[in-house]
């Protein structure tokens, strides 16, 4: 897959088919991450894959739960404003995260696999994002989708590293936990506030000098046609 495809259309893809990923797939993934900076080149990460549906049957509720929670808290002004004006552009995109993600959470149990990333000595955080990262995207190019979800850490952070057997005492933070699975809907460009909007040059609030109106990928506003996906016996 070409390195823009990835880029543009890695998305939150939270419904997927309960169909295993493959572990030559995994390693591929795994692979990928590890190849990712971290400060000092100290790698001081680790990844948890779970796909044992006892362990995802106590991992389901705790979820069910943090999101729940989220909801009723940090969420709840935009569960508000998007109740009482269910037809502006925001609260439709509202309302679609949120299905998207209650979807995610009611049906966590069918989701095949999840990544669970772990740092230490990382008081910026910033060690473990770019190798998360690039397993979703080294996933997307072999047709899997991923959601990065952080609500297990707001929410029942010690109840799952109990249940996922992680040592106290040793630093490990929980990072994220990412799904992974093959997507039953489309892959689109992500639409996002333009760059100029989000960004300045030099002095904060000073134009960036110039503008980019849509997506530059794919080229020239050509609308975006995913490859179909190989069917079984495909010669890859
Ligand atoms: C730090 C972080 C935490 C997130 N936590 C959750 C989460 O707990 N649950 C969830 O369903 N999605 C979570 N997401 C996914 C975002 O909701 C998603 O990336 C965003 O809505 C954009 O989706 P899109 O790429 O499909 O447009 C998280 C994303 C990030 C970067």
Not at 46 to 71: H, I, Q, T
Not at 74 to 100: G, L, M, N, W
Not at 211 to 220: F, K
Request: proline fraction near 8%.
């Amino acid at each position: 897959m070409e390195l823009h495809e990835a880029l543009y259309t890695t998305r939150a893809m939270r419904r997927v088919k309960p169909d295993p990923v493959p572990q030559d797939v995994q390693a591929r993934i795994l692979d990928a991450a590890v190849r990712a900076p971290s400060g000092g080149n100290t790698q001081g990460w680790r990844f948890l894959l779970v796909d044992d549906p006892g362990v995802k049957d106590r991992l389901g509720p705790l979820y069910r739960d943090a999101m729940d929670a989220l909801w009723k808290t940090i969420y709840a002004p935009r569960v508000a404003a998007a109740e009482a004006d269910p037809d502006s552009a925001e609260s439709r995109s509202f309302i679609r995260v949120r299905r998207s993600s209650q979807w995610l959470a009611d049906n966590f149990e069918r989701i095949p696999l999840f990544m669970f990333g772990f740092t230490r000595h990382d008081p910026t955080g910033g060690s473990i994002f770019p190798a998360v990262w690039s397993a979703m995207l080294a996933a997307r190019a072999e047709g899997v989708g991923t959601a990065l979800t952080a609500v297990l850490g707001i929410s029942h952070r010690d109840a799952v590293l109990e249940v996922l057997g992680v040592p106290a005492g040793e630093g490990w933070h929980m990072a994220c936990c990412v799904s992974f699975g093959y997507p039953t809907g489309k892959w689109g460009v992500a639409p996002r506030t333009s760059a100029h909007e989000v960004a300045y040059r030099n002095t904060w609030g000073e134009p960036i000098g110039f503008e980019v109106a849509q997506p530059l990928w794919p080229a020239d506003g050509a609308a975006y046609a995913p490859a179909p996906a190989p069917v079984e016996g495909d010669v890859k």
